[in-house]
């Protein structure tokens, strides 16, 4: 398939939510795997290190603005004592240099103490939150960017019916996600009691589900399983479940995750990703104006990113498809690569080549995968035409998808090797 982006419109000047379009995120996953293990990247990265020189780094390229995560684990080691000690490192970094932060209080870890379902779980974040809350607002100059629940929708799936993360559950997907929906309405309020004008992101995948088989009922199928990508932004804003105590003015901002398998074929199972050259294959342009659309707030890639040799060519991709969707009108206010420095993988602990900075050396140096740079430097110049008004002439290009189309097989290969490396491991109790 090739991409032709040839639109000439102008895009009307508005006033951004964020210092930058492009921004860093900061691995910061803190789950327990099934061998017992609990992931902690912001430490094995030792971004909690280096904060001050990473942010820095991110300025020299242009990022202002990052994601990052505040670790719950250890700020209530001890239940209901909360010790922002991990925290303040980057919260200091971050007014130091001038960066502003989205803050991520719930990337996929708690304290051990917690039962996930148990109403004590939706008690204790709610005061963590508040807790978070409180501190930010002091130690910040400006409000507070706050991500209560990072991907409810994948992590119910994931952890309540997938059993591939913690706590490794069969049929209670739907459970799992009223629960985290709850908690993270139950966080707003306390959140905005200690600052109304704290800006609240929620931020989930986008999916493409269709029929792989043209077979009417799988068909409808995939159509239902690709709907239910709205869920939990449904269910915050009130439209669903108004029982859980959801309101529109907590779908605040919506965050996108996007990675190059999130389209797939119902039947599932090996093979069944669609990549870029399918004919199914959806431009993420129309999948961000029908999120518009349903919602009309204010929207942000969260997340994207890709391993080894293809990342420039995937930022261009993306890049081309977020312009496509400003210049017809979709607000898009910014772009997060993610994550924006290498890490050891999960489950093997294999150097993952997927950031713009590699492992930090014991003086904080990282260094620059320049191919990508180079990349982020001509999508900071696109993008800043784009927004200011201007017509789009650089953007007449195209380029070939098979390197992403090869990308896509490799990372369904790792994704089903790491599926069956899972499977083989017993959940440790």
Request: net charge negative.
């Amino acid at each position: 398939m090739v991409v032709d982006n040839a639109a000439d419109k102008a895009v009307a000047p508005t006033t951004p939510l964020f210092r930058s379009f492009f921004m860093g995120g900061f691995e910061c996953s803190t789950h327990r795997l099934a061998s017992g293990k609990r992931l902690d990247l912001v430490r094995t990265t030792r971004h909690d290190e280096f904060a001050l020189s990473d942010y820095r780094l991110l300025q020299e390229v242009g990022m202002r603005t990052v994601r990052e995560g505040l670790r719950w684990h250890l700020i209530e080691a001890v239940p209901r004592r909360f010790d922002f000690s991990s925290a303040l490192p980057m919260v200091q970094a971050a007014r130091a240099t001038g960066t502003q932060v989205i803050w991520d209080l719930w990337h996929y870890g708690w304290p051990d103490d917690i039962d996930i379902f148990s109403a004590a779980f939706i008690r204790r974040f709610m005061a963590y939150a508040r807790a978070a809350a409180t501190l930010l607002s002091e130690e910040l100059e400006d409000v507070p960017f706050i991500s209560p629940i990072n991907e409810i929708s994948f992590f119910s799936w994931a952890g309540g019916d997938g059993a591939a993360f913690n706590p490794f559950a069969r049929n209670r997907g739907g459970e799992l996600k009223r629960q985290l929906v709850r908690a993270s309405v139950e966080a707003i309020y306390a959140m905005r009691e200690v600052n109304p004008a704290i800006r609240i992101c929620q931020i989930d995948p986008i999916i493409n589900v269709t029929s792989g088989t043209g077979r009417t009922q799988d068909g409808l199928t995939a159509e239902q399983y690709r709907q239910t990508q709205f869920t939990a932004w449904d269910m915050i804003a009130g439209r669903t479940a108004p029982e859980l105590g959801g309101e529109d003015s907590f779908l605040d901002i919506i965050g996108v995750n996007y990675y190059i398998h999130n389209q797939w074929a119902h039947p599932g199972g090996h093979g069944s990703m669609l990549v870029p050259s399918d004919p199914r294959y959806r431009h993420v342009r129309d999948m961000l104006a029908e999120l518009y659309a349903r919602y009309r707030k204010p929207i942000f890639i969260a997340e994207t990113g890709i391993e080894d040799e293809t990342r420039p060519i995937w930022l261009r991709y993306i890049s081309n498809e977020v312009v496509g969707a400003m210049i017809s009108g979709v607000p898009i206010e910014g772009l997060c690569l993610y994550p924006i420095l290498n890490h050891p993988g999960w489950d093997d602990d294999r150097h993952c080549y997927n950031g713009l900075f590699d492992y930090a050396d014991d003086a904080g140096r990282r260094e620059i995968f320049r191919p990508l740079a180079e990349e982020l430097a001509r999508q900071h110049e696109i993008v800043a035409s784009v927004r200011s008004g201007g017509r789009d002439q650089t953007r007449r290009f195209e380029f070939n998808t098979s390197e992403l189309d090869w990308a896509a097989h490799v990372m369904e290969k790792r994704t089903e090797d790491s599926r069956v490396a899972h499977d083989n491991v017993q959940p440790s109790r």
